[in-house]
């Protein structure tokens, strides 16, 4: 195995022996060679649309469901890695079949072996060091390419769930993963098609908003609690509202409260969602904590997406996954049928009495924000804000994260501070007051409602009369898996410049790719908070 597609990885350049994450070898390698397997029916996609004949939406559909399951932390399950490759070959097969020239020699051609451990031996021989490449900046721009191609296809998958979806996304990442197996383009070509995996997120994310409001109406501000009430209780955590949905309805009236955990926290705002009067609040921290966090909750756990951390033998019972996730020996879920989950819920003991840990707030979307812009920039005019800053992106367990917690706590009174994603959890809970009834914290969401901080810059900027760039506004990001790297070739599509990154730079970035995006973008990467206040703020 090789792997270094997460900010975590060993050592700081890959890991060859296991998983920082707890991928194993054989996991590792099926991913890969599913990712293979992708790349031909991507060729085979492309030459059919070359030829004029139309590739089918459900091909798309599946693809991005494929693509996402090689996503950090998302599926362990060796067992689960066969199919996904042999209906890859399928699918291309039947592509292939109607077109008059034959696909080129590799992933087009590829053969799957009988058994999973032809399987895993194959993997071996297709990682991420196989692609053919010989100038190892073009090399890294590839990798990162199919980085930040896994985000999109997350993001697409979400957006297809609720209906949402265009056939140019889906043509775009048939092209990205077979564009990895080309070797006629030269750097600026290969700088180009990574940027334009960023325009196409842009798309992917708008598509992912109008699902997400379209169904549950656009997010208000909402006081959630953090502390729990007596009674039976089930924990949702992952990404994905349409679980979460079904899982309210069809607990409604059984006794059995429901709480979030990580990124499900913003599903508090949403109207549709929060108005079942047993989603109570939200349980725990980030992803990360997951082993001490499971195990403390006296109900059943249901993984939606991606963030499943092997489970500890005292919860592995209780946890339950459902939709791409899979852990071996946990229960999977499948159709949308929670009946497991709430037998399981039913039989523990659940909370023996209520708890009051205080509250915290989310639901600042664009609408949201938008709503009071007017206020917001009186604000500004006055001198009363000075500056904004997008705290945002991932949490994890890696060391210099709590730069993000003292940058936060340490940014002046007159500032305000927007943030997603579970990087949240470093700070979300702090009270930061208010300037003129504007929260100084602002919770927008999840990690794809980057859609929204974008939109709310571009509406200031319009307000101001200038570039988004020249707004009092800077980004602090943190990145961990591969829906951060299509969010950050997204803002560097956008023209973004001056943002700060840390807690560490990708791995999969050589020297002369970083020089370029910092002598373009002025990209960084973090100090300390007091240097970068400073460096911002004067």
């Known amino acids: 195995m090789f792997c270094y597609q997460c ?21 590792s390698d099926l991913q890969d060679l599913l990712v293979y397997a992708l790349t ?37 399950d060796p067992a689960d890695f066969k199919p996904w490759i ?34 895993i031996a194959q993997g071996g021989q297709h990682g991420l060091k196989d692609i053919p490449e010989a100038d190892p900046d073009i090399l890294s721009l590839k990798h990162t390419l199919l980085f930040g191609l896994k985000g999109v296809a997350a993001y697409a998958d979400h957006a297809a769930i609720l209906g949402q979806e265009d056939p140019a996304v889906y043509d775009f990442l048939y092209e ?21 995996c960023g325009e196409v997120n842009l798309r992917t994310m708008e598509l992912l908003d109008a699902a997400n409001t379209g169904a549950y109406g656009h997010p208000v501000p909402t006081e959630v609690p953090l502390g729990h009430k007596a009674g ?14 079904v899982l309210l309805e069809q607990t409604a009236g059984k006794g059995i409260a429901i709480y979030t955990h990580g990124e499900m926290l913003p599903a508090h705002g949403y109207p549709e969602l929060k108005k079942h009067p047993h989603f109570h609040g939200h349980y725990g921290t980030a992803w990360q904590n997951q082993h001490k966090e499971f195990a403390a909750f006296p109900g059943a756990i249901l993984m939606t997406t991606n963030c499943i951390q092997k489970p500890a033998d005292s919860y592995l019972g209780n946890i339950f996954t459902t939709g791409l996730v899979g852990w071996p020996g946990a ?29 915290v707030m989310t639901g600042f979307a664009r609408n949201a924000v938008l709503g009071v812009a007017g206020a917001v920039i009186d ?51 702090k009270k930061l007051g208010d300037i003129g009834g504007i929260p100084r914290l602002l919770d927008m969401g999840q990690c794809n409602d980057a859609y929204s901080a974008i939109q709310v ?14 707004l009092p506004l800077s980004l602090v990001l943190s990145w961990y898996e591969q829906k951060a790297v299509a969010i950050l070739l997204t803002l560097l599509h956008l023209g973004i410049k001056n943002m700060r990154l840390g807690p560490t730079l990708p791995a999969f970035l050589t020297p002369n790719v970083l020089n370029f995006l910092v002598e373009n973008y002025d990209i960084k990467p973090i100090s300390t908070p007091e240097e970068d206040l400073k460096a911002i703020l004067g």
């Open 86 to 119: 042999e209906e890859a070959v399928a699918k291309r097969d039947a592509l292939a079949a109607g077109l008059a020239a034959k696909l080129p020699e590799g992933p087009a051609t590829f053969r799957p072996a009988a058994d999973l451990a032809g399987l």
């Open 331 to 359: 229960v999977h879920v499948k159709n949308g049928d929670f009946a497991p989950v709430i037998e399981k819920a039913l039989a523990m003991p659940g909370f023996a009495a209520d708890e009051d840990k205080g509250t």
């Open 457 to 470: 810059a571009v509406a200031l900027a319009k307000a101001f009369d200038c570039g988004v760039n020249d």
């Open 7 to 27: 900010e975590q990885t060993a050592k700081g350049t890959g890991c060859d022996k296991l998983g920082v994450c707890g991928k194993k070898p054989e996991v």
């Open 40 to 76: 031909g029916l991507g060729q085979a996609a492309v030459a059919a649309k070359a030829a004029g004949k139309d590739v089918p939406l459900e091909t798309g559909r599946f693809f991005s469901k494929a693509l996402f399951t090689t996503l950090t932390n998302v599926n362990f």
């Open 176 to 196: 990205g993963l077979a564009a990895t197996f080309s070797t006629d383009k030269d750097l600026g070509a290969w700088v180009g098609l990574v940027l334009k």
């Open 232 to 245: 039976k209780a089930i924990l949702v955590s992952g990404h994905d509202l349409k679980d979460l949905k």
């Open 379 to 429: 604000a500004v005019k006055a001198g009363k804000i000075r500056h904004f800053f997008l705290v945002a992106g991932c949490d994890g367990a890696k060391p210099g994260r709590n730069y993000y917690t003292e940058f936060v706590e340490k940014a002046p009174a007159d500032t305000v501070v927007l943030t997603l994603a579970c990087g949240k959890f470093r700070f979300f809970d």
